[in-house]
C-alpha cells in the first residue's frame, strides 16, 4: 500500500520514523493517527522510543531484518529498550552520528558514505549481515536522504547517474529507479519511510510521483 499522510504538518516522515519490514521505530510523541497509518500501510509494529534523546529516529537510525544501527551518541536506556523489544541494536562509533542520513540499506546488502571509518564499516557488516560498500549518490554523501530501499526496490534521487543506479542494482540486488516526493523534493528519503510492504509520502506528493514511486518500489496496487 502507497499512503499520503504528513507527520503532525511534516511531510519529512524519513527524518523521524526508522523502519525495517518488522518494526519502526517512532517518537515517543508519535500521533495515534500516525501510528495507524504505519501499521496499516507497512504492515509492522511501532516501537515509541527517542535515539540519543532526539525524535529523529529516521536520521539517527538505520536497519534491515537483522538489526538496527544507532548514532554513538545513543543512551544505554534507549538501547534497552530496543533489545527488549528482541532487536539486535549497535552504536556507529564514527563522528558522523546521522547513520539514517548516510547509510542505504536492506536485507541484501549496503551503501554507505565515503567518509564511514573502517571500523564502522565492520560494524555495519556485522550487524546488519551484509557486505557495505562506499558510495555516493547524485554527488551526495547522504545516501540515506538521497534514496529509499527495500527488498522490493529502490528509489534513487533524480540526479542519480546511469552508473550509481546500477551500482545500487548491483549492491542491493533489487530494481531501481530515479522519482521525487512532495512536488519535486529529491531527497525522497527524507521525505519517505518504505519497506516491502508499503510507503508512506508526504500529503503534497502528487498523483505522478506516486505512481513513480509504487513502480520503484513495487507496489501496483493503487495508492490513497
Not at 544505554?76 to 528482541?86: F, L, P, Q, S, V
Request: net charge negative; charged share 20%; hydrophobic share 45%.
Amino acid at each position: 500500500m502507497i499512503l499520503r499522510i504528513n507527520l503532525s504538518g511534516n511531510p519529512n516522515l524519513g527524518v523521524y520514523i526508522s523502519i525495517t519490514d518488522s518494526v519502526a521505530l517512532v517518537p515517543l510523541n508519535l500521533p495515534e493517527v500516525m501510528e495507524e497509518a504505519i501499521k496499516e500501510a507497512l504492515e509492522i509494529e511501532v516501537l515509541r522510543t527517542p535515539i540519543s534523546g532526539s525524535s529523529l529516529a529516521g536520521a539517527l537510525a538505520v536497519g534491515n531484518s537483522n538489526g538496527f544501527l544507532v548514532s554513538k551518541h545513543t543512551m544505554d536506556k534507549e538501547i534497552e529498550t530496543m533489545r527488549n523489544a528482541g532487536l539486535t541494536v549497535e552504536k556507529v562509533p564514527d563522528r558522523h552520528t546521522a547513520v539514517g542520513n548516510i547509510i542505504l540499506a536492506n536485507d541484501n546488502g549496503a551503501l554507505v558514505s565515503p567518509d564511514l571509518s573502517d571500523k564502522s564499516i565492520e560494524i555495519i557488516n556485522k550487524v546488519l549481515e551484509v557486505d557495505a560498500q562506499r558510495a555516493t549518490l547524485a554527488g551526495f554523501n547522504i545516501l540515506g536522504s538521497v534514496a529509499t530501499a527495500t527488498n522490493k526496490g529502490a528509489l534513487l534521487h533524480p540526479q542519480t547517474s546511469k552508473s550509481e543506479l546500477k551500482l545500487v542494482e548491483d549492491v542491493l540486488k533489487v530494481s531501481a529507479d530515479v522519482g521525487t516526493v512532495n512536488r519535486g523534493v529529491g531527497l525522497v528519503g527524507a521525505c519517505s519511510i518504505a519497506n516491502s510492504n508499503g510507503v508512506l509520502v508526504g500529503e503534497i506528493t502528487t498523483g505522478p510521483e506516486m505512481a513513480r514511486i509504487e513502480e520503484a518500489l513495487g507496489f501496483l496496487e493503487g495508492y490513497l
